[in-house]
């Protein structure tokens, strides 16, 4: 069983092998296009690289719903939690 803390330092992990922001200014709340200056591919891409690290796959339609990386990190809580 995944719990927040470790699932967040997973992702923030995962964020070294991108060039969005230094790494102390990420805020996994911070809506991704408005204060990450993140487009739609680099956010793409950083959901894939979730999906890969945590062996699932996210519906199409959160993509649409989920702004911030915490977004992400509670479904992966919630779905580690049935474990």
């Given at each position: 069983?995944?719990?927040?803390?470790?699932?967040?330092?997973?992702?923030?992990n995962?964020?070294?092998?991108?060039?969005?922001?230094?790494?102390?200014?990420?805020?996994?709340?911070?809506?991704?296009?408005?204060?990450?200056?993140?487009?739609?591919?680099?956010?793409?891409?950083?959901?894939?690289?979730?999906?890969?690290?945590?062996?699932?796959?996210?519906?199409?339609?959160?993509?649409?719903?989920?702004?911030?990386i915490?977004?992400?990190?509670?479904?992966?809580?919630?779905?580690?939690?049935?474990?």
């Amino acid at each position: 069983m995944l719990d927040r803390t470790e699932i967040q330092a997973r992702i923030y992990n995962l964020l070294r092998e991108f060039d969005f922001k230094p790494l102390e200014e990420i805020n996994f709340d911070a809506d991704y296009e408005k204060e990450l200056g993140l487009d739609s591919l680099e956010w793409t891409a950083l959901v894939t690289s979730i999906e890969h690290e945590f062996h699932t796959v996210f519906e199409d339609t959160l993509y649409d719903h989920f702004r911030t990386i915490n977004d992400f990190v509670s479904l992966i809580e919630k779905d580690y939690a049935c474990f």
